[in-house]
């Protein structure tokens, strides 16, 4: 059989942690890698946290699984956390981000058909767009990548180019019901809307009708250094998804709305087995009594304007291989001269976990909690692998 007993869907790396403290990952060869990749965004409060470890040992104790069958005191209690938080009224659990997106479209599709028009059953989304990988999602990104071999794939969205307020404007037609953006594109190489954009956006759901669903599953949650990343926009959307960082490694995700937003989701509309029990709130809220803290933000701000200053400081010395430093708070992208995935892989082998993503991007996504010593740790394994990296480029030993 040449068919491995785990489908080969992922290019898995040598690394193979197995275990985390903090802003570090150990490898089975007890080799220790500063992990500014926090599993994509997830980890915000780093490896083993007390506070959130504890919060789950002892709810994995108590209660972990009851399904939706019966009620779940902590899914209020979480729900209306995230209620006094944000923009919104209600809140749907899963159990990822992709099922929060599922939630986030449903409930725009929803609105428009108990608010008579069933006509309005199309989305507008973005070029670059990530949004998971089920079949709606895929099919809400332009990216061949993601679509090959899928098609064809359901017809229901319309896509613009990021940025593009006009582009996306001339999309809407009697059949659009909403639009559907990431304040931060992250797969898509740590793009930022632009102020412009964003808001214009919502001024032109506002005339239309339309629902505005900003998908945060990687930008929200406390990582550009404000709750949300919309929050630095100053408007506010109808509908928003979220996951990765909520659970702080554990699989939680949510979809928020507004009451008007979330009017056509009424009892048998949406689902799911596992989403919103007793364990993933124990995590969610634990990361939350952490994250949540004006403090904490705060400091997530000044941190991320230190790795800025200190990435910004050293790109010149190297400005053959990098370009510049984009993103918020601690949400960064280090853009590259070149495709950025031979670089990651190399900076492996000097202990740094970094992730690439599209544009010629190196995803810098460390741990919300790092401190000044994860900074220069950082900036300085960075600088002995971009050395080693020209040398080994020089000797035609990178491909
Ligand atoms: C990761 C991601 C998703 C998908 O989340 P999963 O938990 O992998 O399903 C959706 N949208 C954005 C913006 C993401 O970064």
């Given amino acids: 059989m040449t068919m491995p007993a785990l489908m080969p869907t992922y290019a898995r790396c040598e690394v193979e942690p197995v275990r985390g403290e903090g ?27 007390p506070h959130l470890t504890k919060a789950i040992q002892d709810q994995a104790a108590t209660l972990m699984h009851v399904s939706n069958l019966y009620s779940v005191p902590a899914q ?65 990104t332009a990216s061949e990548k993601l679509r090959t071999p899928f098609e064809p794939l359901p017809d229901w969205c319309d896509y613009a180019p990021f940025n593009d307020l006009d582009a996306a404007k001339a999309l809407i037609t009697d059949a659009t019901a909403g639009i559907m953006v990431e304040p931060i594109q992250g797969e898509g190489g740590i793009l930022p ?8 956006l919502r001024a032109l759901c506002d005339e239309h009708d339309l629902m505005l669903i900003l998908d945060e599953v990687q930008c929200g949650v406390a990582r550009t250094g404000t709750l949300f990343a919309h929050e630095q926009y ?11 960082g909520i659970g702080g490694g554990f699989p939680l995700g949510a979809c928020l ?73 601690l949400m960064l992208g280090l853009q ?37 010593s994860h900074i220069a740790e950082f900036t300085s394994k960075l600088t002995e692998a ?14």
Avoid at 26 to 47: E, Q, T
Avoid at 343 to 353: D, K, P, T, Y
């Fill in 23 to 49: 802003a570090y990952l150990f490898g089975k060869d007890g080799k220790k890698y500063l992990d500014f990749a926090s599993g994509i965004a997830v980890n915000i409060l780093g490896h083993g946290h």
């Fill in 76 to 140: 209020w209690e979480l729900a209306e956390r995230l209620v006094d938080l944000t923009f919104a009224d209600t809140v749907f659990f899963t159990n990822s981000g992709v099922e929060a997106f599922e939630c986030a479209a449903k409930t725009a599709l929803a609105y428009q058909h108990v608010n008579g028009h069933r006509e309005r059953n199309r989305i507008i989304t973005f070029h670059n767009a990530f949004h998971g990988r089920s079949i709606a999602a895929i099919s809400a």
């Fill in 193 to 200: 809307a632009t102020p412009e954009f964003l808001r214009g």
């Fill in 234 to 244: 100053g408007i506010k959307p109808d509908i928003m998804a979220i996951a990765k």
């Fill in 257 to 329: 709305a507004t009451e008007k937003a979330a009017s056509g989701m009424t009892v048998g509309t949406h689902g799911s087995t596992y989403g919103g029990n007793p364990l993933a709130m124990a995590a969610g809220m634990a990361v939350l009594d952490i994250v949540a803290k004006p403090e904490f933000l705060q400091q997530v701000r000044d941190t991320g304007e230190r790795l800025t200053a200190a990435l910004t400081q050293w790109i010149p010395n190297h400005d053959d291989l990098f370009v510049g430093v984009r993103g918020a708070g």
């Fill in 336 to 372: 590259m001269t070149e495709a950025t995935r031979p670089f990651v892989n190399f900076a492996r082998q000097f202990g740094l976990l970094t992730v690439a993503a599209g544009d010629n991007v190196v995803r810098v996504l460390p741990p919300l909690n790092i401190e000044e």
């Fill in 386 to 399: 971009a050395n080693a990296y020209r040398t080994a480029k020089a000797n035609g030993e990178i491909s």
